[in-house]
């Protein structure tokens, strides 16, 4: 039995995984409604996607490009 639970925990967090990158797409396309409506839904399935509502701020807040770059790649690395 708790082995079952454990490979179900793993494939909540495959999935939720796999819907958080495909917001990834929308979020570098600055189309933050549909990166929401994703990592929320990402979120119902496991809850530390809730913690990637956070990368929409340096998206905002940073205008030059090789400075959001670095900035996306530290906030991944850290919630990671």
């Known amino acids: ?3 079952f639970l454990y490979n179900l925990n793993v494939m909540r967090q495959g999935i939720a995984a796999g819907i958080i990158l495909n917001a990834v797409i929308f979020l570098a396309e600055k189309r933050f409604i549909k990166y929401s409506i994703l990592v929320f839904i990402a979120s119902l399935f496991h809850s530390f ?12 807040l940073v205008k030059s490009k090789k400075t ?8 991944f690395f850290a919630i990671f």
């Open 68 to 75: 959001l770059i670095t900035v996306v790649i530290s906030v």
């Open 49 to 60: 996607s809730v913690a990637f509502f956070f990368m929409i701020i340096p998206i905002i």
């Open 1 to 3: 039995l708790s082995n």
